[in-house]
């Protein structure tokens, strides 16, 4: 696990707070090491991200602005990243995003999220607290 290899405690897991120096700086770590390759150095996700691949699944979203990652509780990001894509997809659906669960420690995913919601604007982050506050774990 990236934190521990470099010497450092990673933080207790809870839920990814943006305004958490200290996560936010793990996160960004974990991020370069695990996520940018697919979804970009700067959050930017791959080019047409919304259309179809040939096998049927899409390519990596943008978790900036542009994107729809703060669409979504925390709790429900927390077990993509933990559990794979094909946690919350349907049944058939080929989801290219891994399971991180044997990779990255729970504090280390929740850093994950802290960093990616620390970029986004005052607005988006407001109106993805309120899918916080109204949605339980496992709703999209």
């Not at 958490?20 to 700067?42: D, I, M, P, R």
Request: net charge neutral; charged share 15%.
């Amino acid at each position: 696990m990236l934190a521990y290899a470099q010497g450092q405690t990673a933080p207790p897991a809870s839920q990814a707070d943006p305004d958490h120096a200290e996560h936010v700086a793990l996160g960004q770590q974990v991020y370069a090491s695990f996520c940018s390759g697919c979804h970009g150095v700067n959050l930017e996700g791959q080019p047409n991200w919304r259309q179809r691949l040939p096998m049927g699944n899409f390519p990596a979203p943008p978790h900036d602005d542009t994107g729809h990652t703060w669409h979504h509780p925390d709790q429900w990001l927390f077990e993509v990243v933990k559990f794979g894509g094909k946690h919350h997809a349907p049944a058939r659906y080929r989801s290219a995003m891994p399971a991180y669960q044997e990779m990255l420690s729970d504090a280390e995913i929740w850093a994950v999220l802290a960093f990616i919601k620390s970029r986004w604007p005052a607005t988006i982050r407001a109106q993805q607290a309120q899918h916080n506050a109204g949605k339980r774990a496992g709703s999209p």
